[in-house]
């Protein structure tokens, strides 16, 4: 871990040019903006820890990863991902939170097909001290909170020429740990379930490319039961993401929380965050976000590594609760790849059969076109372009045949 926190200070360390200067700046301008936008309602919800990012790319880019959701920290952001992900994924993520506390995290993910799903496990942990009023120490312990969730998701008619709508839910079970010697009655105990939507298409592309550039996504986060009388940060989000260029991705997200009690327990503010993942090398690219929460403003930089079955984020937080020169909101993720169950390599050779196909076709071999296009399809039966070609094929064979028949009769 020690090695892993070198590399991403010396990755991260154009920040330490602008020192205290840079936090005094941040703090002025955090003020000015805490007039109109302050927000009374901040931190009147249980569990914390659902508003933390673990680390990854969702932290990466700020958090507005709504419609990116393009790793295993999808988990975190919209639960219909897990459906349309590339490869399979584990991820172990650990994060230097304030004061002291850290945040331990494992994400696993898996598809098969048009069918996703994955799970989650987050520990958050802080030493807590109790005093009484002569300030003498009564009582230490430590105040956690565990997060449990099982994902599962379904891209809906996904095609060669739609990228599908894919649908998907969390069940979430949260736990929080309160030492009795600190404050008796306290732990307890939750259910919840996140909902997610997710699509991509292409829109205002300037490049060559099979993978679509623009992404909507939409979920609504946190809905479960009160704890002990407290309600939980349920929100809706809404994101959008695009590609202007091949090697950059910039995303934007609006949240939303809500209450289920507006009138008992008023919800926060809306607020935005805004993302961006530029791709430096095939395996080095940085990101970095914003976003604007409680009279908060928050900025994150980050990095990924990608090493030939790892990939490495690392990422640094500043906000009102951080100071330049420590550790704190320093996260790293390490994510294992481990593989994508063929479906690059059965893509390849339905892209061959479909070649060899229109290869015969123009030489005018038409039996050895079909053949070849419906073994394209045997792999992927999704794949329109050999069933259109296979289609007129056997149309002007046809046409042919009764032509033949039409000479015979004269």
């Given at each position: 871990?020690?090695?892993?926190s070198?590399?991403?200070a010396?990755?991260?360390?154009?920040?330490?040019?602008?020192?205290?200067?840079?936090?005094?700046?941040?703090?002025?301008?955090?003020?000015?903006?805490?007039?109109?936008?302050?927000?009374?309602?901040?931190?009147?919800?249980?569990?914390?820890?659902?508003?933390?990012?673990?680390?990854?790319?969702?932290?990466?880019?700020?958090?507005?990863?709504?419609?990116?959701?393009?790793?295993?920290?999808?988990?975190?952001?919209?639960?219909?991902?897990?459906?349309?992900?590339?490869?399979?994924?584990?991820?172990?993520?650990?994060?230097?939170?304030?004061?002291?506390?850290?945040?331990?995290?494992?994400?696993?993910?898996?598809?098969?097909?048009?069918?996703?799903?994955?799970?989650?496990?987050?520990?958050l942990?802080?030493?807590?001290?109790?005093?009484?009023?002569?300030?003498?120490?009564?009582?230490?312990?430590?105040?956690s909170?565990?997060?449990?969730?099982?994902?599962?998701?379904?891209n809906?008619?996904?095609?060669?020429?739609?990228?599908?709508?894919?649908?998907?839910?969390?069940?979430?079970?949260?736990?929080?740990?309160?030492?009795?010697?600190?404050?008796?009655?306290?732990?307890?105990?939750?259910?919840?379930?996140?909902?997610?939507a997710?699509?991509?298409?292409?829109?205002?592309?300037?490049?060559?490319s099979?993978?679509?550039?623009?992404?909507?996504?939409?979920?609504?986060?946190?809905?479960?039961?009160?704890?002990?009388?407290?309600?939980?940060?349920?929100?809706?989000?809404?994101?959008?993401?695009?590609?202007?260029?091949?090697?950059?991705?910039?995303?934007?997200?609006?949240?939303?929380?809500?209450?289920?009690e507006?009138?008992?327990?008023?919800?926060?503010?809306?607020?935005?965050?805004?993302?961006?993942?530029?791709?430096?090398?095939?395996?080095?690219?940085?990101?970095?976000?914003?976003?604007?929460?409680?009279?908060?403003?928050?900025?994150?930089?980050?990095s990924?590594?990608?090493?030939?079955?790892?990939?490495?984020?690392?990422?640094?937080?500043?906000?009102?609760?951080?100071?330049?020169?420590?550790?704190?909101?320093?996260?790293?993720?390490?994510?294992?790849?481990?593989?994508?169950?063929?479906?690059?390599?059965?893509?390849?050779?339905?892209?061959?059969?479909?070649?060899?196909?229109?290869?015969?076709?123009?030489?005018?071999?038409?039996?050895?076109?079909?053949?070849?296009?419906?073994?394209?399809?045997?792999?992927?039966?999704?794949?329109?372009?050999a069933?259109?070609?296979?289609?007129?094929?056997?149309?002007?064979?046809?046409?042919?045949?009764?032509?033949?028949?039409?000479?015979?009769?004269?």
């Amino acid at each position: 871990m020690r090695k892993l926190s070198l590399l991403g200070a010396l990755i991260l360390s154009p920040l330490a040019l602008w020192g205290q200067s840079f936090s005094d700046i941040y703090n002025e301008a955090s003020n000015l903006l805490s007039g109109p936008f302050f927000d009374p309602n901040t931190g009147l919800t249980a569990f914390p820890s659902l508003l933390i990012p673990s680390g990854g790319l969702y932290e990466g880019m700020g958090t507005a990863f709504t419609a990116v959701a393009s790793d295993a920290s999808y988990i975190e952001a919209n639960p219909a991902a897990s459906a349309t992900l590339v490869k399979s994924e584990l991820s172990v993520l650990h994060n230097s939170w304030i004061a002291d506390s850290s945040l331990e995290s494992v994400e696993y993910t898996n598809r098969y097909k048009d069918l996703g799903y994955g799970f989650a496990g987050k520990f958050l942990y802080l030493p807590f001290t109790a005093y009484d009023e002569w300030g003498d120490q009564v009582s230490k312990g430590y105040y956690s909170e565990a997060i449990a969730t099982v994902n599962v998701s379904y891209n809906f008619f996904s095609s060669y020429y739609f990228y599908g709508l894919a649908l998907g839910a969390n069940i979430k079970g949260a736990y929080r740990n309160v030492p009795s010697s600190i404050y008796p009655g306290q732990s307890a105990g939750t259910a919840m379930i996140d909902l997610g939507a997710l699509t991509r298409f292409n829109l205002f592309k300037t490049y060559a490319s099979t993978d679509k550039n623009f992404s909507v996504g939409a979920a609504v986060k946190n809905l479960g039961f009160y704890v002990e009388g407290e309600p939980l940060p349920t929100e809706a989000s809404f994101g959008l993401a695009y590609k202007p260029i091949r090697p950059l991705l910039v995303s934007t997200d609006f949240n939303y929380p809500f209450s289920l009690e507006p009138s008992l327990y008023p919800a926060e503010l809306w607020n935005i965050a805004t993302g961006m993942d530029l791709s430096l090398t095939d395996f080095f690219a940085v990101q970095s976000g914003f976003s604007y929460a409680g009279d908060d403003p928050r900025i994150t930089i980050g990095s990924t590594v990608a090493l030939k079955t790892m990939t490495l984020d690392l990422n640094y937080t500043l906000d009102l609760a951080t100071q330049f020169g420590t550790d704190e909101r320093f996260s790293v993720a390490a994510n294992i790849n481990l593989g994508d169950s063929g479906r690059a390599e059965i893509e390849r050779e339905v892209e061959d059969y479909y070649a060899e196909g229109l290869e015969a076709y123009a030489k005018g071999d038409y039996a050895s076109a079909l053949s070849f296009w419906e073994q394209a399809l045997k792999l992927d039966p999704t794949f329109q372009p050999a069933a259109q070609y296979e289609q007129t094929v056997k149309t002007a064979m046809g046409l042919e045949k009764a032509m033949e028949n039409v000479r015979k009769v004269e």
